[in-house]
Nanobody
């Protein structure tokens, strides 16, 4: 079955960096656009970034643009999210998600989800 497993979360001070990874299995990874979403306590899940099948197109939410970078390695079936200049408001559970073919910012259009990894930004 399809599995998406996130890793790399943790506690970091404001201004610090983290790199999240998502390992995919059970699907033809190169046929899926990949996205990162996050959910903070008491808030709805929100779009963070997505990347197209061939890595040619990326998109970011306004809140993370210029600080986060999404990338993928189709040979290793992984997608990563490099997060720099982290702020307390970035604290959330981060999820990776897979969508057949085209990328979108809409969470409900992604068919597969990981379990999430906690990112906490605090001094």
């Amino acid at each position: 079955q399809v599995q998406l497993v996130e890793s790399g979360g943790g506690l970091v001070q404001p201004g610090g960096s983290l790199r999240l990874s998502c390992a995919a299995s059970g699907l033809t990874f190169s046929n899926y656009a990949m996205g990162w979403f996050r959910q903070a306590p008491g808030k709805e899940r929100e779009f963070v970034a997505h990347i197209s099948i061939s890595s040619g197109i990326t998109r970011y939410s306004d809140s993370v643009k210029g600080r986060f970078t999404i990338s993928r390695d189709n040979a290793k079936n992984t997608v990563s999210l490099r997060m720099n200049s982290l702020k307390p408001e970035d604290t959330a559970i981060y999820y990776c998600a897979a969508r057949w073919l085209g990328a979108t910012t809409l969470a409900h259009e992604y068919g597969y989800w990981g379990q999430g990894t906690q990112v906490t930004v605090s001094s």
